[in-house]
């Protein structure tokens, strides 16, 4: 149990669904990430919020959308996603933003068919 | 570019000790992070090197040489449950902000 919680934590939507993931952390970060883990590549950095602002998009498709109303939640709204979008979708914290330490949530399994 | 390198896979006994090297082209380099996942699960956090130097966490050590671009994990008295995948990160300022960029990680199998 590292503090941080997603859901669902499986997902099997059509390409014209629309869909969001959820993230919740207990820790009292400020800051929060999106990453998304595909079989044989790195962790891909999407979104970074800290203290609920925005301040990293890593050039990721509008179908994908975030949303952070505070700083203990963050979401990922999925509209009209295509099969490559199938991936693990990971959320974590940090104490403060950069500063190496990351807490990871379980992951949510997104399956795009 | 920013970039970080490691092995795709290594194999070990138990009880041995292994190394597991990072090699990184990055911009704006502020510290090296290294992860732990199994398979199925979350990448937890192992140690984080701000400085140059080794830091040590029980069997783990970690090493940061930023003149020579590098960094390696090293695992003492390998156990099966050290089976996992590994990962560094690069605590990269190069961006407008401070964030993580990872290596493909490298697949660790302890054998018996």
């Known amino acids: 149990e590292t503090g941080v919680t997603q859901t669902p934590r499986h997902l099997v939507m059509g390409m014209t669904n629309k869909k969001s993931l959820k993230c919740e952390q207990h820790?009292?970060?400020?800051?929060m990430y999106w990453y998304k883990q595909s079989a044989k590549k790195p962790l891909e950095l999407m979104f970074v919020?800290?203290?609920?602002?925005?301040?990293e998009n890593n050039s990721v498709p509008s179908r994908f959308s975030p949303e952070c109303p505070n700083s203990s939640h963050l979401f990922l709204h999925l509209h009209t996603l295509q099969p490559e979008d199938s991936a693990l979708y990971l959320c974590?914290?940090?104490?403060?933003?950069?500063?190496?330490?990351?807490?990871f949530g379980e992951g949510s399994r997104l399956t795009v068919l | 570019g920013q970039s970080l390198e490691q092995p795709s896979e290594v194999t070990a006994v138990e009880g041995a000790i292994v190394q597991i090297n990072c090699t990184y082209q990055?911009?704006?380099?502020?510290?090296l992070s290294w992860y732990q996942q199994h398979d199925g699960g979350a990448p937890t956090f192992l140690s984080y090197?701000?400085?140059?130097g080794l830091e040590e966490t029980g069997r783990f050590s970690s090493f940061l040489s930023r003149s020579d671009s590098y960094g390696y994990l090293l695992l003492q008295e390998l156990q099966m449950k050290d089976s996992a995948s590994y990962f560094c990160?690069?605590?990269?300022?190069?961006?407008?902000?401070?964030?993580?960029?990872f290596g493909k990680g490298t697949k660790l199998s302890v054998k018996p």
């Open positions: 974590a914290s940090s104490q403060v933003l950069g500063n190496g330490e990351l807490f």
């Open positions: 820790l009292g970060h400020n800051a």
């Open positions: 919020y800290s203290l609920e602002e925005r301040v």
């Open positions: 990055t911009s704006g380099f502020y510290g």
């Open positions: 090197n701000a400085l140059d």
């Open positions: 990160a690069g605590v990269n300022y190069g961006g407008s902000q401070g964030n993580l960029i």
